[in-house]
């Protein structure tokens, strides 16, 4: 069983959240003969043959998905339809989450790849890794800086994935 677990991040927090997805899948898929788990950034996927799932992710800004994993959907889309695909969303920060409406625009990605399942977990704002603009958006909008990730609830869903992973091979990992 080879996985690629690939995010597209545009300061580093949700490329964070494809590590931990990936360490987890590797720690619960560790016994199985061949299994593999690959972490690469969205915008350095080259090649999709010779991976049986996939887990992707990208921030969310202004509600949508970074182009480069978008990119990495469409080419799965095209050519790996067939293998299964979860996909995840970073974005939301503070308590309440803000913006108060986070709307994160991911039906197209859902319907082109068939992806089993979506999730959405909460994101950073690091104060010191925002251009002036970005700076500008969070003050109109308010939000609070911070770490807003809930790794437990990330760990506990790559656990899942690595579940049904097992639960589709009958029960072990596939080679």
Do not use: C, N
């Amino acid at each position: 069983m080879r996985v690629l677990v690939s995010a597209a991040s545009r300061h580093g927090s949700t490329g964070e959240m494809a590590e931990r997805i990936g360490a987890v899948l590797r720690a619960q898929l560790a016994d199985g003969p061949g299994s593999r788990v690959d972490v690469v950034p969205a915008d350095a996927v080259v090649d999709l043959d010779g991976y049986d799932a996939f887990v992707l992710g990208s921030a969310v800004y202004m509600g949508r998905w970074l182009d480069s994993a978008l990119r990495v959907s469409r080419r799965y889309g095209r050519d790996r339809r067939d293998r299964p695909m979860w996909l995840f969303s970073s974005g939301p920060i503070g308590d309440p989450p803000k913006p108060d409406q986070q709307q994160v625009d991911v039906e197209s990605v859902v319907r082109v790849t068939r992806a089993r399942e979506h999730r959405l977990f909460g994101g950073v704002l690091d104060r010191h890794r925002l251009g002036f603009g970005e700076r500008a958006v969070v003050a109109a909008l308010r939000a609070p800086y911070g770490d807003f990730r809930d790794w437990a609830a990330i760990e506990a869903w790559a656990r899942d994935i690595a579940f049904e992973l097992r639960a589709s091979s009958g029960g072990r990992v596939a080679a």
